[in-house]
């Protein structure tokens, strides 16, 4: 079973900027399409951003050129650099298996271990 740990998350005022980091357990960081998701009361669990094992990401259309995913392999873990945060992007952050064309939408069936995530909050 895939562990995962969240961290990185706060408050932050508007125009801010946080990077979010996700452990792993085993290699599912380098050989898996993983991603970040963003959970809030009204929308429930959303995938934002997205990055295949071959480097290629996409994002959620609201966070395109404030957002960007990355990973370190050698490290098993992955990065969310967020900018110019927005009251909309509060919410807790979780990371976990994605698949690519999901984006904005929830996580694939099958995946039921989630790490405790990490809470965003963007307000002034």
């Known amino acids: 079973q895939v562990q995962v740990e969240e961290s990185g998350g706060g408050l932050v005022q508007p125009g801010g900027s946080l990077r979010l980091s996700c452990a792993a357990s085993?290699?599912?960081?380098?050989?898996?399409?993983v991603g970040w998701y963003r959970q809030t009361p009204a929308l429930g669990r959303v995938l934002v951003a997205v990055i295949k094992p071959g480097g290629v990401v996409n994002y959620q259309e609201a966070v395109k050129g404030r957002f960007a995913i990355s990973r370190d392999k050698s490290k098993n873990t992955m990065y969310l650099q967020m900018n110019n945060l927005k009251p909309d992007d509060t919410g807790v952050y979780y990371c976990n298996r994605a698949e690519w064309g999901m984006v904005g939408r929830g996580p694939p069936s099958g995946v039921n271990s989630w790490g405790k995530g990490t809470l965003v909050s963007v307000s002034s």
């Open positions: 085993g290699n599912i960081i380098s050989s898996t399409t």
